[in-house]
């Protein structure tokens, strides 16, 4: 399974930003896709996840009512719609998959990375 992540860039605080998880080398419909983010000297961070088997969701409670995930199965692609955007948002994000069914913030649930995209948001 290869990962790619792409959508990210600078914008200012109250922005918005979409980013897109583009999935290929294996069907994803067995798969967990989620989205972390990371800063210099901090551990991984679960965001968001979605899971293709059962449609569970997770948001971690920063971003809850403000990030929206989803799937698109035609394109192979998970994206990750940003509103509401403040400076502690500032990070890199990557995204991953997991063959697990139950969406999950469980960095040790998911196989497989793709590199990650940076996200600055500015005041």
């Known amino acids: 399974v290869q990962l790619q992540a792409s959508g990210g860039g600078s914008v200012q605080v109250g922005g918005s930003l979409k980013l897109s998880c583009a999935v290929s080398g294996h069907s994803f419909d067995e798969y967990i896709i989620g989205w972390f983010r990371q800063t210099p000297g901090n551990e991984r961070e679960g965001v968001s996840a979605i899971s293709a088997v059962d449609d569970s969701t997770y948001y971690a409670a920063s971003v809850k009512g403000r990030f929206t995930i989803s799937i698109d199965n035609a394109q192979d692609t998970v994206y990750l719609q940003m509103n509401s955007l403040n400076p502690e948002d500032t990070a890199v994000y990557y995204c991953?998959?997991?063959?697990?069914?139950?969406?999950?913030?469980?960095?040790?649930?998911?196989?497989?990375w793709g590199q990650g995209t940076q996200v600055t948001v500015s005041s």
């Open positions: 991953a998959a997991g063959r697990y069914s139950g969406a999950s913030e469980n960095v040790k649930m998911y196989n497989y």
